[in-house]
C-alpha cells in the first residue's frame, strides 16, 4: 500500500503574503498622506486666501510653500501608489502560480486512491 504525503509548500506560497500586505501598505501609506498632508494644506492655500492674495504672492511666503506642497506631492505619491499596485498584483501571481503544483499532487493522491475506492464502494 502506497503512503500518501501531503505537498510540500513551494517558496511561492511562502512568499506572496510579503508582497500582498507590502502592496496594502504602500496604497495605504499613499492615501493617508494624500488625505492628511494635502487636504490640511488645500484648505490652508484656497480657503482662506483670497485670488488675488494668491496671485501677487512673494518669491519665499508661505502661500508658495503651501502651493509647491500642493504641486510636488502628488508627483510622488503616484508612483508610489503605483508600486504599492504592483507589490499586489506580484503578490496574488505568486499565488496563483503555486495551485498547478498543488494540482499535481492532488492528481497523484487520486491516481492512488482511486483504485481502493472502487474496490470497496461505500454502502
Known amino acids: 500500500m502506497a ?3 501531503g505537498p510540500s509548500k513551494s517558496w511561492q506560497l511562502k512568499v506572496y503574503p510579503i508582497f500582498t500586505l507590502l502592496g496594502w501598505v504602500l496604497i495605504g501609506l499613499s492615501l493617508s498622506i494624500g ?4 487636504t490640511s ?8 486666501n483670497a485670488k488675488a492674495a494668491r496671485d501677487t504672492a512673494e518669491v519665499g511666503s508661505a502661500l508658495l510653500g503651501q502651493l509647491n506642497t500642493l504641486t510636488v506631492i502628488p508627483r510622488w505619491l503616484t508612483p ?5 499596485t504592483a ?8 499565488e496563483f502560480s503555486a495551485i498547478p ?3 499535481k499532487n492532488r492528481g497523484q493522491v487520486m491516481s492512488i486512491c482511486f483504485p481502493q475506492i472502487v474496490q470497496n464502494p461505500a454502502d
Open 41 to 48: 494644506t488645500a484648505i490652508d492655500y484656497w480657503g482662506g
Open 87 to 94: 507589490s499586489f498584483m506580484v503578490g496574488i501571481a505568486l
Open 3 to 5: 503512503t500518501l504525503q
Open 101 to 103: 503544483n498543488i494540482l
Open 35 to 38: 488625505i492628511f498632508v494635502l
Open 80 to 84: 508610489l501608489t503605483f508600486l504599492g
